[in-house]
Nanobody, 130 residues
Framework: QVQLVESGGGSVQVGDSLRVSCATS???????MGWFRQAPGKEREGVAS??????SYADSVKERFTISKDNAKSTLYLQMNNLKPEDTAMYYCAAAYGVRTECRGGSCFPSLRVTDFDNWGQGTQVTVSS
């Protein structure tokens, strides 16, 4: 079972940028990797995910967040730009063995469903203040 350790969270101002990282204990090859977040009193939601060939984003973060990975460092990243107060949450890294996709309207993309992911990190807190 792969171990996931997030880092890089913090407190920032509206409009700032922040990059969170997820160090993995094994290869990310052939997996679906994702970032999720959970605000107090709310359900955990998918933010961004990626396979070897494609990425997907929640509508609320499109054009602001970018998911990427460095296979040599076994690290997943989430670059967050133009942060808003509603981005405040605990951010979790997750991994799924194999390719996990969702299909809507004839198009398929990496899954953002919590239930599709097998392994989870402990989370890193991101707080955005106005």
């Amino acid at each position: 079972q792969v171990q996931l350790v997030e880092s890089g969270g913090g407190s920032v101002q509206v409009g700032d940028s922040l990059r969170v990282s997820c160090a993995t204990s094994g290869s990310m090859s052939g997996t679906t990797m994702g970032w999720f977040r959970q605000a107090p009193g709310k359900e955990r939601e998918g933010v961004a995910s990626m396979t070897e060939v494609s990425t997907s984003y929640a509508d609320s973060v499109k054009e602001r967040f970018t998911i990427s990975k460095d296979n040599a460092k076994s690290t997943l990243y989430l670059q967050m730009n133009n942060l808003k107060p509603e981005d405040t949450a605990m951010y979790y890294c997750a991994a799924a063995y194999g390719v996990r996709t969702e299909c809507r309207g004839g198009s398929c993309f990496p899954s953002l469903r919590v239930t599709d992911f097998d392994n989870w990190g402990q989370g890193t807190q991101v707080t955005v203040s106005s």
